[in-house]
């Protein structure tokens, strides 16, 4: 932890250094060299002694039940919850659950889902790789005003200058089509400069979608088939989450402490809620379907004592087949379909899940515990799906979003080419129906997501994509000074949405812009 404080530290004092002389951008960063390499926020530690590791079992998210065929209504609100054994912490949550309910959801089923908001600050709800209508896609000022209250004031001013929000009053009905393919997809709060804090505090759930094409294969399903959203927390003393926010109420100034401004690392990774949580299988084939939902922390994934992911899907579906992988790295927002065969070891061994990119206690993610040998039915079908290959020839045109770290001292913003987020500023207008190159650059560690228009990977830093960029994306890892180019694809419907860094810090801190596809 020391170590990791340091670490952070030396980015952060080194880049205030440059920051006043004037060395921002490329020179500020580079000089870090491996240090940073994968480090990509700053670690924020726990007041509370850590938990003990794999002594929770795994909660799987309670599944959201229609009120009638096609409609869900869900409530924000506070919980009081047992995460760190012996203590309680406050979540926020949809149905007062972290994580939410599941969705489960089915292509060409369309769904409305009403949410109420009892909390004591505005909302937002995005579906996370939905293809969603502009007016339910979870706009950052598109809020939801807590029940008998009226939108705080001053509390919207965004880091882009004044911002006229629309109110909801109480509740809002969120459409969504479901039209796309089988995937695993999450939703999370969205709201203006706030997103951070409130996700951090619970406001995120799965939502699966799944079609015929993906049942029809031989795959685990049922009971091995395990949603895993993965995150990382800091505790107070009491139990309550810790995050660094300037106004802690989430009501007034927007932001976080100075340091935590590259993001917020927390030093406890929670599984579905629960601590370093274990997971009791059965010797056979599981489909585990990975989700960072952490604020900033980047993973790098390994099975101890040794094993392989089988990635079967990206973050929209089954890939066209699939890639073996010894680690993967992932980064927030992001998602693997994998399976993993626990019939490779003996009953009774112990599968630990670690990332080999934290410190300490954090190495640790969550422990399978291989209980008896049985019959597997389930494959992994050397064929998954027709996926067409991208073609840049279908591109008509190619843009450039350029995620860095802009102006100086108190006045500095995370921007897109240059400029921090205003609503209603668009940066490009794509054509409905057409696809384009967007080259995504970066001075540092930035997960980037388009909302609406699905993509795949065609270069990184000028070479062929890495085998965990494969299939349909909506989030990619893009590095410290590297250049990712993806072919987009704008279908579904017009209107506004927007592309952002996922680092949730970065996010709140004005590293958004908006596009209008036409
Ligand atoms: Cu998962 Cu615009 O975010
Ligand atoms: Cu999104
Ligand atoms: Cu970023």
Known sequence: MGLALDRGGAVIGRRRFLAATGLTGLAALTGCGPLTAEVAGLPLPSALPPPRPFAVPLPIPPVARPVRPGHYEVTQRAAKVEIVPGTTTEIWGFDGHFPGPTFDLRRGEAATVRVRNELPVPTSTHLHGGVTPPDSDGYPTDLVVPVGRTLPRGAHHGMGGPVEPTAHPGAKDYRYPVEQRAATLWYHDHRMDFTGPQVWRGLAGFALIRDDEDDALPLPRGDRD???????????????????????????????????????????????????????????????????????????????????????????????????????????????????????????????????????????????????????????????????????????????????????????????????????????????????????????????????????????????????DAGWKDTVDVRPYEVVEALVRFEGHRGRYMTHCHNLEHEDMAMMADFEVV
Do not use: K
């Open 226 to 468: 395990i949603p895993l959203m993965i995150c990382d927390r800091s505790f107070e003393e009491d139990g309550s989450f810790a995050y660094p926010s300037l106004d802690p109420t989430l009501v007034g100034e927007p932001g976080v402490r100075g340091a935590y401004m590259a993001g917020v690392e927390g030093d406890v990774i929670l599984v579905n809620g629960a601590p370093w949580p274990v997971c009791e299988v059965v010797g056979a084939r599981h489909r585990l379907r990975l989700l960072n939902a952490s604020n900033a922390r980047r993973y790098r994934l390994e099975l101890r004592p040794g094993g392989r992911f089988v990635q079967v899907g990206g973050d929209l579906g089954l890939l066209a087949a699939p890639v073996a992988h010894d680690a993967l790295v992932i980064s927030p927002g992001e998602r693997f379909d994998v399976v993993v065969d626990f019939s490779a070891y003996r009953p009774g061994t112990e599968v630990t899940l670690v990332n080999t990119l934290g410190d300490g206690p954090a190495r640790n993610v969550l422990r399978f515990r291989v209980t008896r040998a049985v019959r597997d039915d389930a494959r992994v079908p050397r064929r998954l799906a027709s996926v067409r290959p991208a073609e840049r020839a279908a591109a008509v045109t190619t843009r450039v979003f350029d995620f860095r770290r802009s102006g100086q001292g108190p006045a500095s913003a995370w921007t897109v080419n240059g400029v921090p987020y205003r609503p209603g500023r668009t940066l490009a207008r794509p054509r409905l129906g057409t696809a384009e190159v967007w080259r995504f650059a970066s001075d540092f560690h930035h997960p980037v997501h388009v909302h609406l228009a699905h993509f795949q990977v065609l270069s990184r830093g000028g070479r062929p994509p890495r085998a965990s």
